[in-house]
């Protein structure tokens, strides 16, 4: 049973981690295509939504003291949803340090009531 105040039930969880691993490879080939080796590292952009600002505010702690940058706020079209995004430390393009990653965020994510909406990079940094 689903506390009405969850963002992010486990099996939505776990249906988005496995979306999100299966997007990953798809994205990592684009970045191929560009030009980034899989020894490459870059900066990750992520994007996370939630319903309330606590939950943005501690998930935001929590990306911060990983060393990443964080901002959030709240959707003009969606009242009441939060989004939180930001740029990771550099994270080496190869798939299985991505899918690590994906995996933490995703379940960071979960651990703060927030769903870890995927991931974008620039290849020229």
């Known amino acids: 049973m689903t506390d009405a105040n969850t963002f992010i039930s486990e099996q939505q969880h776990i249906e ?3 979306s999100q691993l299966s997007m990953s490879p798809q994205t990592l080939a684009q970045l191929h295509e560009y030009g980034v080796s899989i020894s490459q590292s870059l900066k990750l952009e992520y994007f996370f ?3 309330a600002q606590s939950k ?11 060393g ?8 003009e079209d969606e009242p009441g949803i939060y989004l939180i995004t930001g740029w990771s430390t550099p994270t080496q393009a190869a798939s299985d340090k ?9 379940s960071l994510g ?6 870890f909406d995927g991931w974008g990079t620039n290849p020229d940094q």
């Open 16 to 18: 988005n981690l496995a």
């Open 49 to 51: 939504y939630t319903d």
């Open 56 to 66: 943005a505010l501690s998930l935001s702690e929590s990306l911060v003291k990983l």
């Open 68 to 75: 990443y940058t964080s901002e959030l706020g709240q959707l």
């Open 98 to 106: 991505i899918n690590e990653w994906t995996a933490l965020m995703c």
């Open 110 to 115: 979960f651990k703060h009531d927030c769903e």
